[in-house]
């Protein structure tokens, strides 16, 4: 850890940590709607006038749809007007009370009129439960303990190794996510087999000669073609070898290869050794390119960043500083493509135990925490205990905030933000105004689905580290 790390851990940064408590929460299959207008017939004729009219069936109990951890804040919302404060808690087959609580009222100028909230905190027996209310019925059937998150961890771990990568990023950057995973929150599961094998797999897609590495991840057959055909002189082959050569794709390789040899050096020196010396290589290629070109991207920063905290060599501390002479260094730069390694280059930079640079820390480390404080400051009980804006806000940018507060959280030595990451998961777990689980059901509008490939699923995982196998 850097000495920037440690004074920043001393001093304790005191960055805005208005700290929420997690709020999750579940459905169950009885959930009632919205009365149905009966269809009226209008005439006693032969010929009936079949316009019927419904209301829209819109859930009344709002809850998380995985669960709630016993020792974490629970609520639930109610839809309604003039309701009953009284509600129960029940078994799953509502045969038992086992809580009773009192409703308070969201207030109304926070544009939440109808809008009733369930603290049931104190209620910590784990099994499954329903809501009731005796103006809107039975909820949908949510559990208490601390399986469901670590579930749907290993679930998206598993689909996440299971999966069919075709381009060389995708792999990069969800192995890049894994490890920083890892490295954040310790005591959560690390598939290091995966990890150890996706690296060594990568390490077969570098070209032998210049050190790029191909855009698409080949197979051993198609590798062998190529390598033939790089022997034959160009009018002869029929294989375009440069084409299949991706630089930013090069640029992440370098930085995931080091990044692997600074995390797992000690456990598997050997593999570690053998990365290390290719992203190497791939830097080389990159400092030939980078003559011919100005632009510079989070790719080539992730890439300085790693290689500087495994080795200390200053000419990847100048890389650094060139990336920040050509654009503006900042924390959480807007997404623009699908790969943004920025979050992992900053995550490399302030974990080095190499000089860094104070100004440059200081500027990370504020960006961060106007991001959290920005996300701490306009949650309240009115919007789910999340930003006012959040439904304006896409699936993507979601899990960036949430990795933006488990970094600061990491550096601060706390869980100052563990419940505003809390009150994120709920809310894409279905305590949202839908009742919609962004992990498994199909998302509204402007949503990604959480669950759709690997890249996001990793993001997940990151975001799910503060919580499960906590």
Do not use: W
Not at 300 to 320: M, P
């Amino acid at each position: 850890m850097s000495g920037y790390l440690h004074f920043l851990r001393t001093m304790g940064l005191c960055v805005l940590c208005l700290s929420l408590s997690g709020c999750a929460t579940s459905r169950s299959a009885t959930e009632p709607v919205a009365e149905e207008q009966p269809a009226s017939i209008a005439t006693l004729g032969y010929v009936p006038d079949c316009s019927y009219e419904y209301r829209e069936q819109v859930p009344h109990i709002i809850t998380d749809r995985v669960g709630y951890l016993p020792t974490g804040k629970k609520v639930a919302y109610i839809k309604g007007d003039d309701l009953n404060k009284d509600y129960r808690i029940v078994t799953s087959l509502g045969s038992e009370t086992v809580y009773e609580g009192k409703l308070k009222k969201v207030s109304a100028d926070d544009a939440a009129e109808g809008l009733y909230i369930g603290d049931f905190s104190d209620f910590n027996r784990h099994g499954s439960f329903r809501i009731y209310q005796q103006d809107v019925g039975y909820s949908y059937i949510f559990n208490i303990d601390e399986v469901s998150l670590n579930s749907i961890y290993n679930e998206a771990y598993h689909t996440i190794v299971s999966a069919e990568y075709s381009d060389t990023e995708s792999l990069i950057y969800t192995l890049g996510n894994l490890m920083v995973t890892a490295q954040i929150y310790p005591n959560t599961y690390t598939n290091t087999g995966f990890i150890k094998g996706g690296v060594e797999l990568l390490m077969t897609q570098q070209h032998t000669g210049s050190g790029a590495v191909y855009g698409e991840l080949k197979d051993k057959a198609t590798l062998d073609l190529i390598a033939r055909e790089a022997s034959l002189p160009s009018a002869e082959a029929t294989v375009d070898t440069e084409s299949m050569l991706s630089f930013s794709a090069t640029e992440a390789y370098a930085g995931l290869l080091a990044q692997y040899y600074s995390q797992y050096a000690a456990d598997d020196p050997e593999t570690a050794s053998e990365a290390l010396r290719a992203a190497v290589k791939a830097y080389s290629y990159i400092e030939k390119s980078m003559a011919q070109t100005e632009d510079v991207s989070s790719a080539f920063l992730y890439a300085a960043c790693e290689l500087y905290k495994a080795t200390g060599q200053l000419k990847y501390r100048n890389a650094i500083a060139l990336y920040d002479e050509r654009t503006a260094v900042s924390a959480q730069q807007d997404r623009t493509d699908r790969y943004d390694y920025t979050f992992l280059s900053d995550v490399a930079y302030l974990s080095t135990s190499y000089k860094t640079d104070y100004a440059r820390c200081e500027t990370l480390m504020t960006g961060y925490s106007d991001i959290a404080g920005h996300i701490s400051s306009s949650s309240d009980r009115a919007h789910f205990y999340v930003q006012a804006d959040i439904k304006e806000i896409d699936g993507d940018k979601i899990l960036d905030n949430m990795m933006a507060l488990g970094l600061v959280g990491y550096v601060l030595s706390g869980r100052e933000y563990s419940g505003i990451e809390a009150n994120y998961l709920h809310y894409l777990f279905g305590l949202n105004e839908d009742m919609v689980n962004y992990y498994s059901e199909s998302p509204k509008e402007g949503f990604v689905s959480l669950n759709s490939d690997a890249v996001r699923l990793s993001k997940l995982i990151f975001a799910l580290g503060g919580e499960a196998g906590l």
